[in-house]
């Protein structure tokens, strides 16, 4: 069988479809609507509804205890949901694996850097992409088929170079990612997650613990992507990052949206300003 046949024959007619069904969506590529999620009496999310518009960045906040985490984990599948519906890209991802919905390209960050710390930075980029030829004991044997390996190594390496250099952690590739400071492993993290090939990313708390230095450079590097065309969904505590940084903001209270509109109308929504309490928002 031919390399070209057998690829066809793993991938199944039913991704195809998706993937022209996707192709074809013309909404907000993030619908989330009446999304419940409880544990044992405790109401974590309350009937929260949102949409996050194609190439915007949107902030999502509220006080400790609001459910963002919680609502996060329901859209990324870490979490299955007690009720509601998510949406990407037009297709229902409500309560799918994290893998399946990272494969669609909804990838996130975590607030911990989850990188793997024994091996190196370009180690952690190769990694990151699924479905690698290589992963495939047959293609590894076979001499035709392992020239394709080869070729798609290569390819992959370019790549993981590029993305290097585009957040500037390049000078650390051969480093052991277990090394890197705090604010270089969230560098990492987003590069990794560049790797997977997203259309949208949902960053939780990338700034936490990072110094000012890299937290520019970090923020930069998320408006040059923007302007490139990816969506962005923003868990952050700073409320300074959220307003200077975001066309629009979510807050989140109790579990339920409270609001969703542009910074300065948050910023002097009093059903907000009680909810933080007099917190400078």
Known sequence: ?????????????????????????????????????LFGGIVAVDDASFTVEQGSLTGLIGPNGAGKSTTFNCITGALKPD?????????????????????????????IARALPEMTVVENLMLAPQGQMGEKLWRSVLPAARDSVVTQERELRER?????????????AHERAG?????????????????TDPDML???EPMAGVNPTLEDKLLERIHDLREDGYTFLLVEHDMDIIMENCERVIVMHQGSVLADDEPERVRSNEKVIEAYLGEDI
């Open 179 to 195: 090394n890197l400071s705090g604010g270089q492993q969230k560098l990492l993290e987003m590069s990794r997650a560049m790797m």
């Open 83 to 111: 009720g509601g519906t998510v949406r990407f890209q037009g297709e229902d991802i409500t309560g799918m694996r994290p893998e399946q919905v990272a494969n669609r390209g909804l990838v996130r960050t975590f607030q």
């Open 160 to 172: 993981v170079w590029e993305t290097l250099e585009f957040f500037e952690i390049d000078h650390l």
């Open 202 to 204: 949902l960053l939780d």
């Open 1 to 37: 069988m031919s390399d070209a046949a057998a690829d066809a024959t793993e991938a199944p007619p039913a991704e195809a479809a998706d993937e022209a069904d996707d192709s074809e969506h013309s909404g907000p590529p993030l619908e989330v609507r009446n999304l419940r999620k």
